[in-house]
């Protein structure tokens, strides 16, 4: 059975900083790209970041710059470290694995807000 875990949410002020971290199981971690998704309230989930087994990280647009996606294989975990937060980046934050995010976590909360 496959579980993402994700943890790390929370609510932040405006310019400040978190780092999201989701854990694997049920797969063999190091073969998998990992993505990172959000989803803002009332707006669709957006694809975030990605971070392939052996090759560069991607990312959006709209977090590069900013947020950093990094892996770490011996502890089958993907993180997101977000800097310089903004209102904007309110939202669920899920992580999936798989060329085509065949699975996916739960999701865990960030809100940015003064």
């Known amino acids: 059975q496959v579980q993402l875990v994700e943890s790390g949410g929370g609510l932040v002020q405006p310019g400040g900083s978190l780092r999201l971290s989701c854990t694997a199981s049920?797969?063999?971690?190091?073969?998998?790209?990992m993505h990172w998704y959000r989803q803002a309230p009332g707006h669709q989930r957006e694809w975030i970041a990605m971070i392939p087994p052996f090759k560069n990280p991607n990312y959006a647009d709209s977090v590069k710059g900013r947020f950093t996606i990094s892996r770490d294989n011996t502890r089958n975990t993907v993180y997101l470290q977000m800097n310089s937060l903004e209102p904007e980046d309110t939202a669920v934050y899920y992580c999936?694995?798989?060329?085509?995010?065949?699975?996916w976590g739960q999701g865990t909360q960030v809100i940015v807000s003064s």
């Open positions: 049920g797969i063999i971690f190091g073969l998998y790209d």
């Open positions: 999936s694995a798989g060329a085509e995010s065949k699975y």
